[in-house]
């Protein structure tokens, strides 16, 4: 078990908690509105109301020894940077940052942060890949330059293996698991010999160009 602190509790933030604290992992949760630290209360470890800017309130949390850290406070950007500042201050090096901005996560990365969150963009881009491909049924982007998608296997793949159509070689892609919708099985890492069927689905790994020429088989 971890322990982890969430500074900031919007839509975003509120949700990191809650499913960080339903995998098991001690949560405490941090905003300056009483209202949504009452509402977060009831699903996770601790929630407190407070300023995280203010190294006083970091330390009543146990930020010196938490695993990790988010900081998701909207569009104040000072409040990020200086709540990144004092967790950093305490010791606390693992710090995600949710981000409004290209600047905004300029400024963080330089500051040290692990990674800035963009869900907006990334769930706008996501979208954008899901609205304009046949047979596309999840895209995330991982990093830059690395995404991976779930596709229905298009018709001139069933019957053949993925050794047969070598899509490594042939495609830049690299299938990481195979969803047998039929029996709702996921298989990671599936057998390179068994031959492919409509009620399958591919999650593929590749740059985004590699992974979007493959819809255009649909």
Request: proline share 5%.
């Amino acid at each position: 078990m971890k322990r982890f602190i969430v500074v900031g509790l919007g839509n975003f933030g509120s949700t990191l908690a809650h499913r960080l604290h339903e995998l098991g992992h001690e949560v405490v949760a941090i905003d300056v509105r009483p209202e949504v630290v009452d509402a977060i209360g009831p699903h996770v470890s601790r929630a407190l109301v407070g300023d995280a800017t203010k190294r006083a309130v970091l330390e009543e949390a146990g930020a010196a020894d938490a695993d990790g850290a988010a900081i998701s406070t909207g569009d104040n950007l000072a409040a990020s940077v200086l709540t990144l500042l004092t967790l950093h201050d305490l010791g606390l090096k693992q710090t995600f940052v949710k981000v409004i901005s290209e600047e905004h996560a300029r400024i963080v990365d330089a500051l040290g942060a692990e990674e800035g969150v963009f869900p907006e963009q990334e769930s706008a881009l996501a979208l954008a890949s899901r609205m304009t491909a046949s047979g596309l049924l999840r895209y995330t982007q991982l990093g830059p330059g690395i995404c991976a998608q779930e596709m229905a296997v298009p018709d001139e793949w069933c019957g053949k293996t993925l050794r047969e159509l070598e899509l490594p070689q042939r495609y830049h892609v690299q299938v990481v698991a195979l969803h047998d919708l039929l029996r709702d099985t996921m298989t990671p890492v599936p057998e390179p010999d068994r031959p492919l069927t409509q009620s399958d689905t591919l999650l593929l790994a590749g740059d985004p160009q590699a992974l979007e020429r493959l819809t255009r088989l649909r």
